[in-house]
């Protein structure tokens, strides 16, 4: 709290968990301890063709020079491509899906569907879904159709959805960031522009997972 001076005491202001930082780690210990509950954490990033990340590396000899690069107007393929990634702390493993478009909340309940499905295959009866406040997440549409997913599971058997929100701007509760800062280092090419299936290789090859097919919307 500020002092009537304006002038700092010197003493830091415990900063208190939220009701939403607390939930999600009651939910995490809660998946540690059972084995059938599969705890997952959710994002959406954009892969650029054109941007280049930042990067700091030692060397005795030329350093590396990442050069600006521009896809031409020529080009048929998009600048861009979106990507849905869970990561699964326990087995240290990404899932991705790319997408044809940009997350929406008709897309998000697809990649919704195929993890369930996938989860379901493997015995879990149920997913501890962590992520944050994107509009794709909390829409109406995305809400009824967890509930409706379910409230199936409930009477026919599959895998069911527990969703924990973060608490807004906290990107450091969500350990799936760091991983696409490493892998966008990981995958960047000095000078060439990557085609989109070229990039997409690389960035599931550096992941260790699947190349699955393209989430495509009605309109792409």
């Not at 301890?33 to 954009?46: K, N, Q, R, T």
């Not at 897309?107 to 195929?114: D, E, H, K």
């Not at 995958?187 to 090859?205: K, N, Y």
């Amino acid at each position: 709290m500020p002092v009537g001076n304006g002038r700092s005491t010197g003493l830091s202001v415990p900063i208190l968990p939220t009701p939403e930082k607390k939930r999600r780690d009651r939910l995490i210990r809660f998946a540690e301890h059972h084995p059938d509950i599969a705890l997952g954490f959710e994002d959406e990033v954009w892969w650029s063709r054109e941007a280049q990340p930042q990067m700091h590396t030692w060397c005795e000899e030329t350093p590396l020079h990442l050069v600006e690069k521009q896809v031409s107007r020529k080009d048929p393929e998009a600048k861009a491509i979106a990507c849905y990634g869970l990561y699964l702390p326990t087995l240290n493993q990404m899932l991705l899906r790319f997408v044809c478009g940009r997350p929406v909340s008709a897309v998000t309940c697809l990649f919704l569907a195929w993890l369930t499905t996938s989860f379901a295959a493997q015995g879990k009866r149920a997913l501890v879904l962590v992520w944050d406040n994107a509009s794709w997440h909390i829409s109406q549409e995305v809400r009824q159709w967890i509930r409706a997913h379910n409230r199936t599971v409930k009477h026919g058997g599959g895998c069911r959805l527990i969703i924990c929100r973060l608490p807004s701007k906290s990107p450091w509760l969500n350990p799936i960031e760091p991983k696409w800062v490493h892998g966008k280092r990981a995958v960047s090419e000095p000078v060439r522009t990557l085609a989109v299936a070229e990039l997409m290789q690389r960035i599931c090859t550096y992941y260790n997972c699947a190349l699955e097919d393209l989430i495509v919307q009605e309109d792409c």
